[in-house]
């Protein structure tokens, strides 16, 4: 249980960045530093459980659990890189914050659904 409020924690964590440390911002993309998004997104999967990970990794049964359905999407959308700076990453903040809200509402119910899949 304590890993799950830890997940939510970061999570909040990496909105906030997005929406606050952004080092350039225009209209609904804003420019957040590749460094500052990794150090967040590197403790969140190091909180997830061994088989929720092995869920993300798989192409099967994702649709029945939303949240890894979108955190497949949300890591997929924070690893866009802007094309003259390497070191920034292209964040369509009305999305992310969408699916990191989609995230922090399921996956505690997913989670539990995971670990009894593979434990039974």
């Known amino acids: 249980m304590a890993d799950i409020i830890a ?10 960045i997005i929406n606050f440390d952004a080092d350039f911002k225009f209209g609904g993309i804003y420019l957040v530093k590749k460094r500052k998004i990794d150090d967040i997104t590197c403790c969140i999967i190091a909180s997830l459980p061994d088989s929720y990970k092995k869920m993300l990794k798989t192409k099967n049964d994702v649709q029945k ?43 505690e119910r997913d989670i539990k659904n995971i670990e009894d899949l593979f434990n039974s």
């Not at 997940?7 to 906030?16: A, C, G, T």
């Open 65 to 107: 659990y939303s949240s890894v359905l979108s955190y497949g999407l949300l890591s997929k959308l924070l690893a866009r890189k802007f094309f003259l700076d390497k070191n920034l990453c292209m964040v369509n903040v009305n999305e992310v914050n969408k699916l990191i809200g989609a995230v922090l509402m399921t996956i």
């Open 7 to 16: 997940i939510k924690d970061y999570l909040k964590k990496l909105q906030k």
